[in-house]
């Protein structure tokens, strides 16, 4: 039963007593009274009366102006009776196509109190004004309360408004007056009138009054239509679950909206069931993880049940532990994820009345050519790898410098639903419903530009090496944080430019730790991440640039936006124009000039970076699908888990931001970002440009941001950024002589130049200059005995050629390729074979860090060698010297090199040499034998010999010599026979 109104009478019966401390006061004067004391309490008296009477007058003349005061606003009760209601409003694009009609035929239904569930009655008070049938229309207490509360917290911190009040707001206020600048206006009328209200209606009149026009969300304005529209109920039949579900929307309707969390299977849609564990009912107690908003709003609707004795914490557990399903939602034809979240942005600014009902004209940003062409394109891509388990994507385009949101693609199909099959999975890979680019997903590599620019803002510069090698930082927890690359392969010593367009995990790491977790979280706050990554810097810890946080496709390509914009920040824009029923403007956008929240000189260096095709060469090669027909910056990102893959990118006119993945989170069959976000943005670029050059309008509308009228298609560079030279890092990942830096930079890195003697040895290789990352040197490789010909001639074995295949592993330069023999430092001026000669390089490591474990090894490279350099010889003529031959036995003699002698010439040597002549075989070979040196060398030629050239000949064994087999008909050989002859 609905209970009646009751009133209660306040305050005490009897006299008021004295305090005892005047009481005490008073005690034990017996002696009379002075003239002064009489003339003193006289005065006293006289002052005491004076006040009494100043009061009372104030307090008359209060109580005067307040009751002309609600006098004179009495009569706007009566636009309860009389006042009009719907008008449809509608949404469109910015060249005027209609994306949709809000319609409220058969959204509002009026019922009687009589004929709602008095769950939903008992939970709507339990949340929203427990004392409702016993305060006069307001809470003296609330107010006080929430009073005290604001000038503790120094801020605004709301609530204390009744039922009987919001009733006033809703019903009764205009939208002028409910704006948020006459806030204080509107609470003083809301207090005289809900008074007012409450002498002239009854309790449950009032309340009657609140569920049918409270707004409940999705278009479901009262409770009836509330019923209906999410349960496909009566109001009259809502059970607990759904009763304290529904009592909890009308605080945030938008917010709270169930749709935005439904799981779905082959019945429809519906939230989880919530297990909750000892103590729940205590407001500060944690729900399970996961749990949506929705269903943590209907558990403090439960607790308040609970405390009010409606229902027992065994019937609440119950209801949140029942899975709540819901009635079939209807969707709008053209852009609905767009068109759902301008909704909310309405509802937060004008109340569903107006939004629903106001007959407002809302035009957009948004192109919805440009939307079908991104949803498209995204649809056809996912279509090609969806045998490799991906099935959703996301995609949002924004302008830069204005940060209008030209499309947003939540999800490939609206309608679509796609359970899983993999098996130890659960939830739908596609659930085409839920707007993908407004949910937090993890971004993979895509924060490490912010990363960087973090670090270049704490001190950090693009001439900065960042070591590629395996390191360990401890979590403070006992264990150990120890990062890869994707591939596993460790490169060494890298810059802020290739690091960055190649996706190298350990200096992303290392750049953070050198910008503080904290300090970088707070830029990317500044760029736009203004509702992701807020769980501090302890939850994320180091892997928070590759991807540790969670944002959305929305905010992150915001961000990316605000590069675009050089370092200026513009919030997402949704709304171009809103007008009212009578054609009146209520709101327009107007350009401004952004907010500068990163020097836009370290911007422009980021940009050329993310935009250098070169320097993504090591990993994607040259010409990969990220290099467009226009200059773009682009970063990937892909999860560890292959769950999502990224890619977002800028031009100076426009930005685009794609994610892929699936809606229920579950790998994919290792699709990274480049295979899906990557082809999805280039293709979305390139339609973009084809528009611009092919439709004026397009042109007008990418230029519109620019001064001169006209799209500004590269990036330039501010007067402040300058080219250069830096010493260039050996292997892949190097290959620059010159950088980008700001004066800034330029500035501090000549302060802190200071040559070391061992940049100026007279080892260093010279006109190398001064650099912080290495010292160049040369060194000379002795040669080996065997390098030596038996004439005293040094042929040199050749050095190792570079390998062939990308992936292999490049040729050290450093003291670990020192491993082929033994070397010397060369003497000044001395001059020695260029095959012997090596350039390597003396790395300067970072000082110990206690904070971590460092292995400075890597694919190429090994510093950690014991080999020094200084401890290597001073080259010595002696070193260069043909070695003297030692006989393995008596009588040995060294074979020497017979080819291309003729063959009488190579006896006469052996016998020269004391060789019997009985000794020497002659074997003739043909061209079977000889192969090309058969067409090479004439007849009797000697080809080769055993033992051979520099073998030792033992004595008393016979020696073959290898000729040249005679043409047919040969003529005898000549005594003084030379090569051919």
């Not at 006040?51 to 636009?79: D, T, W």
Request: aromatic share 8%; charged share 20%.
């Amino acid at each position: 039963m609905i209970r009646s109104r009751r009133l209660h009478a306040n305050g005490r019966n009897g006299r008021r007593h004295v305090p005892p401390h005047l009481l005490r006061g008073l005690r034990g004067r017996s002696t009379p009274r002075s003239a002064v004391s009489r003339w003193l309490v006289n005065a006293l008296l006289a002052g005491l009366g004076l006040v009494a009477v100043v009061i009372v007058a104030i307090a008359g003349f209060a109580y005067n102006a307040y009751a002309q005061v609600a006098e004179s606003l009495k009569p706007r009760l009566a636009l309860l009776d009389n006042r009009e209601l719907f008008e449809n409003s509608r949404i469109f694009d910015r060249n005027g196509e209609l994306l949709y009609e809000f319609f409220d035929t058969g959204k509002r239904t009026k019922v009687t109190i009589d004929e709602i569930s008095p769950l939903l009655i008992q939970a709507t008070i339990a949340i929203e004004d427990k004392t409702f049938y016993t305060n006069p229309g307001i809470d003296l207490a609330g107010i006080v309360r929430t009073l005290i509360d604001s000038l503790r917290a120094g801020e605004e911190t709301g609530g204390a408004s009744t039922i009987t009040q919001q009733v006033i707001k809703n019903s009764v206020l205009t939208p002028e007056e409910r704006l948020p600048e006459r806030r204080y206006e509107r609470k003083l009328k809301e207090i005289i009138l809900a008074q007012e209200l409450d002498r002239i209606y009854t309790k449950d009149q009032i309340l009657e009054l609140y569920l049918n026009e409270n707004f409940y969300g999705n278009l479901a304005y009262g409770i009836q239509a509330a019923s209906e529209v999410y349960f496909g109920v009566s109001a009259a039949d809502l059970d607990l679950n759904q009763a304290s579900l529904l009592a909890g929307l009308p605080q945030l309707p938008s917010v709270y909206n169930p749709i935005n969390y439904l799981e779905r299977d082959e019945q429809g849609g519906y939230l989880p069931p919530v297990f909750v564990g000892d103590g729940w009912l205590d407001p500060d107690a944690r729900l399970p993880a996961g749990t949506p908003l929705p269903r943590i709003r209907q558990a403090a609707v439960l607790r308040r049940m609970v405390e009010d004795g409606y229902i027992t914490e065994a019937q609440a557990r119950q209801a949140l532990a029942t899975p709540l399903r819901f009635a079939p939602q209807e969707a709008p034809l053209n852009a609905p994820h767009f068109v759902f979240y301008v909704r909310d942005l309405l509802l937060q600014r004008y109340g569903a009345q107006i939004v629903y009902g106001g007959g407002l004209r809302i035009t957009t940003t948004l192109d919805l050519q440009l939307q079908r062409m991104a949803q498209r394109t995204a649809f056809e891509r996912i279509a090609e790898l969806e045998s490799r388990n991906i099935h959703n994507a996301a995609v949002v385009i924004m302008q830069p410098n204005t940060g209008q949101i030209l499309a947003m693609v939540g999800s490939i199909d609206y309608n679509a639903v796609k359970p899983t099959t993999t098996p130890g999975e659960s939830g739908n890979v596609l659930d085409g419903q839920v707007n993908v680019a407004t949910r937090e997903r993890q971004p993979g590599s895509a924060l490490k530009p912010f990363t960087y620019l973090a670090a270049m803002e704490q001190g950090m510069t693009p001439e900065t090496v960042l070591w590629d090698v395996p390191t360990r930082f401890p979590t403070g927890t006992g264990d150990w944080y120890a990062p890869q690359n994707y591939n596993g392969q460790w490169n060494g010593p890298v810059r802020i430019r290739t690091a960055l367009a190649n996706s190298l995990n350990m200096p992303a790491v290392r750049a953070l730790k050198f910008a503080g977790i904290d300090y970088t979280i707070r830029l990317l706050e500044r760029v736009g991440i203004r509702t992701g990554l807020k769980r501090g810097a302890g939850f994320y810890g180091l892997s928070l640039t590759l991807g540790g946080g969670e944002v959305s496709p929305l905010e992150l390509t915001t961000a990316y936006n605000t590069l675009a914009s050089g370092g200026r920040y513009f919030a997402p824009v949704a709304i171009l124009e809103i007008t009212d029923s009578q054609g009146r403007v209520l709101e327009r956008f107007t350009q401004t000039p952004g907010e500068e929240v990163v020097d836009p000189a370290l911007v422009a260096i980021i940009s050329d970076m993310l935009s250098d095709d070169r320097a993504r060469q090591a990993i994607w090669g040259l010409n990969s699908p990220l290099r467009l027909s226009l200059p773009a910056a682009v970063k990937t990102g892909t999860t560890n888990d292959w769950r999502d893959a990224w890619a977002v990118g800028y031009t100076p006119f426009v930005t685009v931001g794609v994610w892929t993945g699936n809606n229920n989170n579950e790998p994919t069959a290792r699709v990274e970002s480049l295979t899906g976000g990557g082809i999805i943005w280039r293709n979305v670029m390139e339609n973009i440009f084809r528009l611009i050059a092919e439709d004026e309008r397009y042109r007008d509308l990418f230029a519109a941001p620019f001064p001169n009228g006209e799209i500004q298609t590269e990036f330039v560079l501010p007067e402040e950024v300058v080219p250069r030279p830096i010493c260039e890092l050996p292997g892949p990942f190097g290959g620059y002589r010159e950088e980008l830096f700001t004066l800034d930079m330029i500035k501090r890195l000549e302060e802190a130049a200071q040559p070391t003697p061992e940049a100026t040895t007279g080892d260093a290789i010279p006109n190398e200059g001064f650099c912080s990352a290495y010292t160049k040197v040369r060194v000379v490789r002795i040669p080996t005995p065997e390098e030596w010909t038996t004439s005293g001639e040094l042929r040199p074995n050749p050095p190792p050629p570079p390998p062939t295949d990308p992936k292999a592993p490049p040729l050290p330069q450093d003291l670990s390729a020192l491993t082929d023999g033994a070397y010397c430092r060369p003497a000044p001026d001395a001059a020695y074979p260029p095959e012997l000669v090596r350039d390597i390089y003396l790395w300067k490591l970072p000082p110990p860090d206690p904070d971590e474990e460092v292995e400075y090894k890597w694919r190429g490279g090994d510093a950690t060698v014991p080999l020094k350099y200084e401890e290597l010889p001073e080259c010595t003529p002696a070193m260069f010297e043909p070695p003297i031959p030692v006989p393995p036995v008596e009588g040995a003699i060294l074979m020497p090199d017979l080819r291309r002698l003729g063959e009488n010439q190579a006896k006469e040597v052996l016998a020269l040499l004391g060789i019997d002549p009985g000794r020497i075989y002659v074997d003739y070979q043909g061209p079977d034998r000889a192969g090309e040196d058969y067409y090479r060398y004439g007849p009797y030629v000697v080809l080769s010999s055993l033992p051979a050239a520099g073998e030792w000949i033992l004595p008393d064994t016979t020696i073959v010599l290898g000729i040249r087999a005679p043409d047919p008909n040969p003529e005898p050989p000549a005594s003084d026979s030379t090569e051919g002859n």
